[in-house]
T-cell receptor, first 112, second 112 residues
Framework: KQEVTQIPAALSVPEGENLVLNCSFTDSAIYNLQWFRQDPGKGLTSLLLIQSSQREQTSGRLNASLDKSSGRSTLYIAASQPGDSATYLCAVKKAAGNKLTFGGGTRVLVKP | DAGVTQSPTHLIKTRGQQVTLRCSPKSGHDTVSWYQQALGQGPQFIFQYYEEEERQRGNFPDRFSGHQFPNYSSELNVNALLLGDSALYLC???????????FGEGSRLTVL
């Protein structure tokens, strides 16, 4: 059974500092991994999707890496801003069309 | 291009009642999945619908049932509500072959 863990559960940084968010999964046989952002009481916004054959994906200030063999993904957010404050969730999919298995999320606070 | 839309956004029920939540997928998507997110936790997969049939199901009791219509929209029904059913219910749509899920804003259910 796939298990996804995100540590730490909460993180507070001063504005301008780079953010590093970790995600680990127990079964390396994944189809893809997705990072989401969730604002309080809201739905999920997809940030980056990494296919199993890829090592990283980039979008603006965001960069996500994937190391399947070690069961890890890292989301980097450069030069954090107060607007980056949110909960960040990672999720893995075992096969195309299959369900997503989510981690518990990391709640991020960027202080001005 | 409308994204995934869900209704209602908030609702309050009492124990033992029944509830129906609705979801319209993103234009062009044919697969709908439902997730339950308890406060402070990651979403948990309930079930997935494709071609009007339940294709996969998570670890949820039979009180949770669903339906997909010919226009790909979907309903989630929960019978005999329990206090523990209080959660944010998220609908996600996708093309079955691409794997990327797009989420709606969710329906917040409170059971008293």
């Amino acid at each position: 059974k796939q298990e996804v863990t995100q540590i730490p559960a909460a993180l507070s940084v001063p504005e301008g500092e780079n953010l590093v968010l970790n995600c680990s999964f127990t079964d390396s046989a994944i189809y893809n991994l997705q990072w989401f952002r969730q604002d309080p009481g809201k739905g999920l916004t997809s940030l980056l999707l990494i296919q199993s054959s890829q090592r990283e994906q980039t979008s603006g200030r965001l960069n996500a890496s994937l190391d399947k063999s070690s069961g890890r993904s890292t989301l980097y957010i450069a030069a954090s801003q107060p607007g980056d404050s949110a909960t960040y969730l990672c999720a893995v999919k075992k096969a195309a069309g299959n369900k997503l298995t989510f981690g518990g999320g990391t709640r991020v606070l960027v202080k001005p | 291009d409308a994204g995934v839309t869900q209704s209602p956004t908030h609702l309050i029920k009492t124990r033992g009642q029944q509830v129906t939540l609705r979801c319209s997928p993103k234009s062009g998507h044919d697969t709908v999945s439902w997730y339950q997110q308890a406060l402070g936790q990651g979403p948990q997969f309930i079930f997935q619908y494709y071609e009007e049939e339940e294709r996969q199901r998570g670890n949820f009791p039979d009180r949770f049932s669903g339906h997909q219509f010919p226009n790909y929209s979907s309903e989630l029904n929960v019978n005999a509500l329990l206090l523990g059913d209080s959660a944010l219910y998220l609908c996600a749509s996708s093309l079955a072959v691409t794997g990327e899920l797009f989420f709606g804003e969710g329906s917040r259910l409170t059971v008293l």
